[in-house]
């Protein structure tokens, strides 16, 4: 009886999963050159270059948080019951876990600059180019630089290391388990070509990088200092 329960409330979620898997392909596919190269055929090469990233960025924030998140919990009410209470030891670590899992996020935020990183940068230059003005020069993190200091030099990957310990920090819920499962999964593939994009775009210098720096966990306590 319980392993039809169990089927029958992971089969509940379909509604979820495919709203989550139009996120990962929409996140992982439209941030890859071919995409780009392709979207710069229809539009401009212009457009991709400066206005792209942006509306990318604003299109995944609104699939995951007001889409995903809307139908995965306010959808599953009932899948929001604790299933297991902690003793306050056990919830203090949970709560040091998550507060580690947010400073990892904010730190790689911070260093990989988040105006750039969320696409403002690269649109303010676009609108001085159309008003006939020179912006100042600049190196795309992750395309045109590649960035082993601070917390990349302990973790190639912080930003999805630090979601992963959140997720995992949260309280022990159905809803929390399949949100971990589909950001587990997400996280394995969307590392996979990522890592194949780094290694295409920086080539020897990346491959030195993986070999000194872990993609989700630190391999020493000293950073890395150059590749």
């Known amino acids: 009886m319980m392993e039809e329960d169990l089927i029958q409330i992971i089969l509940s979620y379909w509604p979820s999963m495919l709203i989550f898997l139009g996120f990962g392909l929409f996140h992982s ?3 890859r050159e071919p995409f780009k190269e392709a979207l710069g055929r229809i539009t401009s090469p212009f457009f991709v ?23 995965l919990y ?18 203090v670590f949970m709560y ?14 911070l260093q990989s600059d988040y105006l750039e990183f969320l696409g403002f940068k690269q649109a303010y230059k676009g609108i001085l180019k159309l008003l006939g003005k020179t912006p100042p020069p600049q190196k795309v993190f992750g395309t045109d630089r590649l960035e082993i200091h601070g917390v990349y030099g302990w973790i190639r990957h ?6 992963f310990w959140f997720i995992v920090s949260l309280p022990l819920t159905i809803n929390n388990l399949i949100f971990l499962c589909f950001y587990s999964t ?42």
């Open 158 to 163: 912080p930003m999805l290391a630090g979601g």
């Open 96 to 109: 040091i876990l998550r507060l580690v899992g947010v400073f990892l996020t904010y730190w790689a935020f």
């Open 29 to 31: 596919i439209c941030a």
């Open 74 to 91: 306010q959808h599953h009410p009932e899948q929001s019951v604790l299933l297991k209470d902690y003793p306050l030891s056990g919830w």
């Open 186 to 227: 997400y996280m394995v593939i969307g590392m996979y070509y990522e890592e194949e994009r780094l290694v295409r775009v920086f080539g020897e210098d990346y491959v030195s990088y993986q070999k000194r720096v872990g993609a989700l966990f630190p391999k020493t306590i000293f950073p890395v200092r150059s590749v």
């Open 49 to 71: 270059e400066y206005f792209w990233r942006i509306i990318y960025c604003f299109i995944s924030y609104y699939l995951l948080y007001y889409t995903f998140f809307v139908v």
